[in-house]
């Protein structure tokens, strides 16, 4: 997005346009430009199937990340929980973004109670701001349980009422516009009238809501006085907000095809030499900026609506010194969405009978547009369209303000001057959550306890034995476990003994071992940096949200059909970064007993290392037998390495592998006995290799050679395990077609069918089909998505299924 500078005559009284070489122009400009790159704002939205469920069903969903800054790194890993009314965190999980998507399910709990939940979703990078930044939503669930913790209410008021002067201070001998916001325990508006007195007892204006609990009232503060709002019927009394000697009041208005901009103010223009600057800009960037003169006490300016961004912008007003004395946000000019088409090849279905639906996506202009779209097909009575938020009023509306907004898609229905009014008021009261002025031309710097995560990644810190002990002396070593692969990292602290891991790319958990010695082979402490999750502020009131409305929703499971046999199958793929390889010629190792090409397995034992079981495979091994546990499994069929998965269970007779040391035959409890670190290698033959030593070598064997050093040291190890990512599912859809196991089971998907990834051609076109249910009535479709250059685009339909 460029600069905006203009050069049409506009309607200016004592305001003027800042010329293209001004040194403040291009300050601001310049300073706005580098925050913009040194701190991006990233935004979420999430696309889920409904926001109604019952307690035992998968919540689906999308999730779409965008950055202020598309050129630089963005969040590679996203967050997605479900916090429960009692602000408790019920559900956690962690997904892979790729160009900025990522498509999951969470399994709800079939023992959830009832009741409103949140869905919530963030990156790391998000929490070094405010939360008001995450996304979030609330849903209902419906089960037979009820929760059996009490909300307590003693500390929260049955309603609350909240001034805003527009541009943020009340100037005493100065009219300025009012905005209010009266609200429930749950943060909901509320109808409501009062009356404003002065502290001397005397009425000052009514007041009235004019739309959900919003309303605004012109008011002039005289000097020296209190003021107090009563609301009526009730016992709440409020403040009015303290009013300034002395300032500047802004007033912005909505005219026909232009925006008002309006200054008064009573400051004492001796001795201040400098004019009031004022700058309008959007998401990081400055569009227009003009000063006014101070010795005038009113300053007007027009501005052409063509001429201001789309969407939420800010309007800032302030001196060479960059104190702020007012600001406020507005609003114009509505984005373009996008147009996206979508026909079904019938008016009317049958119940089980196939659904084919083109999807045509197009801009206001009708040229054709290609992107990534997600689309649900619902029961109409569990999702409501109209109150929850969708991607495009989520984008330009919700994820600009803080604060609750209720039915978000009532300001964007319209598109009318009444619209924008009552949009207008809902702005005077929701602060700007996203850029501090200050902060940007001050170029105040921040410190950011999270990372931009690019990947899985863990972190620690070794604590040093004394205070004279150099870090880069120190050695660290780490073991990755996960499935199969086994993988010994080597590293260095940094000066203050902190570590990263980065670069891991796997699903479910992994376990790493971590072990840390200085110079003179001194065991050193470690301990490990968890994730930190950020706390919730999510609680639900009974006495505003009862459980008999919950139950209202009447939703029951009464069938499901069967999973596909693919869904409980894991699809994991490791990524195997880069490796360079060198080759020289190889020593023959006199000691080594068998050929590479003969054994099945050769494990070189690291002395840096503890073999200690940490539980799962090698649960009960102990000693030199530990070692036992980090074998390659490259041969899983082998029947050593097969009894090796099993937990050693036919290690002390039977069938089970025959252990030789230094080559003699000892059994498993001498192994025990011994320490990891006093063996050098283990090599391992498997039982059609091991004939040749006879035929009692019919469960393999296990060679264990011993090193040279006499006596080793205790190592210290940590066990961590490594969060992964979580499980990708396939949304399963029955197929119909013809008779098969699924065609004589009840269906009753409340979900009908949920595609994550529609992918249009170069036409901009995509085709779906999926099968109806047993269920009749009138099925809601919602399409989301947005094209590779950011334009969002939004479908709302239904489906009618009759018998």
């Known amino acids: 997005m460029k600069t905006i500078k203009l050069v049409l005559m506009l309607y200016l009284f004592s305001f003027t346009l800042f010329g293209e070489n001004d040194s403040l122009f291009h300050t601001v400009s310049q300073r706005f430009d580098k925050y913009q790159l040194l701190v991006p704002i990233e935004k979420i939205y999430v696309h889920q199937d409904r926001t109604q469920y019952v307690a035992g069903e998968k919540i689906w969903f999308k999730v779409y990340l965008s950055s202020s800054n598309d050129k630089q790194a963005s969040s590679k890993v996203v967050y997605v929980e479900l916090i429960d009314g009692k602000n408790r965190r019920v559900i956690e999980s962690k997904w892979k973004l790729v160009n900025g998507l990522a498509s999951g399910s969470i399994q709800l709990p079939d023992t959830l109670p009832r009741g409103l939940y949140q869905l919530r979703s963030y990156t790391q990078w998000m929490q070094n701001f405010d939360q008001e930044g995450f996304f979030k939503r609330e849903i209902r669930i419906s089960s037979q349980y009820v929760d059996s913790v009490e909300t307590k209410l003693d500390s929260v008021p049955p309603c609350q009422i909240t001034f805003f002067p527009e541009g943020g201070n009340l100037i005493t001998s100065i009219p300025s516009k009012v905005a209010f916001l009266i609200t429930d325990q749950q943060g909901r508006g509320l109808d409501a009238s009062g009356i404003i007195m002065d502290s001397e007892g005397n009425e000052v204006r009514r007041f009235q809501t004019i739309h959900q609990g919003h309303g605004f009232f012109y008011f002039q503060p005289d000097s020296g006085k209190r003021y107090i709002a009563y609301l009526d019927g009730l016992t709440l009394s409020k403040d009015l907000p303290h009013a300034n000697s002395n300032g500047i009041v802004l007033e912005a208005k909505k005219l026909n095809g232009k925006l008002r901009i309006t200054l008064r103010h009573n400051i004492d223009t001796k001795g201040f030499q400098s004019p009031i600057h004022l700058s309008v800009h959007k998401e990081g960037v400055i569009w227009l900026n003009a000063y006014a003169n101070i010795n005038e006490k009113i300053s007007i300016v027009d501005i052409p609506d063509e001429k201001l961004p789309e969407g939420i912008f800010t309007i800032t007003i302030y001196d060479d010194k960059f104190h702020v004395y007012c600001e406020r946000l507005a609003f114009v000019n509505y984005p373009e969405p996008l147009k996206i088409g979508l026909n079904t090849d019938k008016v009317e279905y049958g119940t089980r009978k196939k659904v084919v639906a083109k999807i045509e996506v197009r801009d206001e202009k009708g040229n054709i547009q290609t992107g990534n779209f997600s689309l649900a097909v619902v029961k109409s009575n569990l999702d409501n369209l109209q109150e929850r938020n969708n991607f495009y009023t989520y984008y330009f509306l919700q994820s600009e303000l803080k604060g609750r907004i209720e039915n978000p898609a009532f300001y964007f229905e319209k598109r009318d001057s009444s619209a924008i009014a009552y949009l207008d008021l809902l702005l005077l009261t929701h602060g700007w959550r996203r850029y501090d002025f200050n902060k940007i031309v001050l170029l105040e710097k921040s410190e950011f306890h999270y990372p931009i995560e690019e990947s899985l990644f863990f972190s620690g810190k070794i604590h040093q034995l004394n205070k004279n002990q150099k870090m880069d002396e120190i050695k660290l070593t780490a073991l990755f476990r996960h499935d199969s692969i086994n993988e010994v990292v080597y590293g260095q602290p940094g000066p203050t003994g902190s570590f990263m891991f980065t670069n891991y790319d796997f699903c479910d958990t992994a376990e790493v071992i971590l072990s840390a010695q200085d110079f003179k082979q001194r065991q050193l402490d470690i301990s490990i940096v968890n994730h930190k999750y950020p706390e919730a502020n999510f609680f639900v009131y009974e006495n505003v949200t009862s459980l008999n409305d919950i139950d209202s929703l009447n939703v029951e499971l ?182 098969n196991s699924d065609y004589f089971i009840s269906d009753h998907r409340n979900t009908l069918y949920w595609q994550p990834n529609i992918t249009l051609n170069d036409e901009g076109k995509a085709e779906i089909s999926f099968f109806t249910s047993d269920d009749l009535g009138m099925f809601l479709i919602h399409c989301e998505g947005r094209t590779e250059e950011g334009m969002i685009g939004v479908l709302q339909s239904q489906l009618i299924v009759n018998q």
């Open 558 to 739: 009464m069938g499901s059909i069967p999973q596909s046999p693919m869904e409980g199958i894991d699809k994991v793929v490791h990524k195997i970064h880069e490796v360079k390889v060198t080759a020289k010629t190889k020593k023959k190792d006199p000691r080594r007993l068998h050929n590479e090409a003969f054994n099945i397995a050769t494990y070189e034992v690291s002395r840096n290392f503890s073999y200690t079981s940490t539980g799962g495979v090698g649960e009960g091994f102990a000693g030199a037998l530990g070692i036992l546990q980090f074998l390659p499994k490259k041969r899983v069929n082998d029947s050593v390495l097969r009894e090796i998965s099993k937990g050693g269970k036919a290690l002390s007779g039977g069938s089970g592998p025959i252990f030789v040391l230094d080559g003699n035959r000892v059994g498993a409890e001498v192994l025990k006995s011994l320490p990891a670190q006093m063996i050098e290698r283990v090599e391992v033959l498997a039982p059609s290799s091991a004939m040749i030593y006879g035929s009692g070598g019919g469960g393999g064997y296990a060679f264990f050679t011993r090193t040279n050093v006499s006596s080793v040291a205790e190592i210290k190890t940590v066990s961590y395990k490594f969060p992964g990512y979580s499980q990708s599912k396939e949304f399963y859809s029955p197929d119909y077609t013809s008779v």
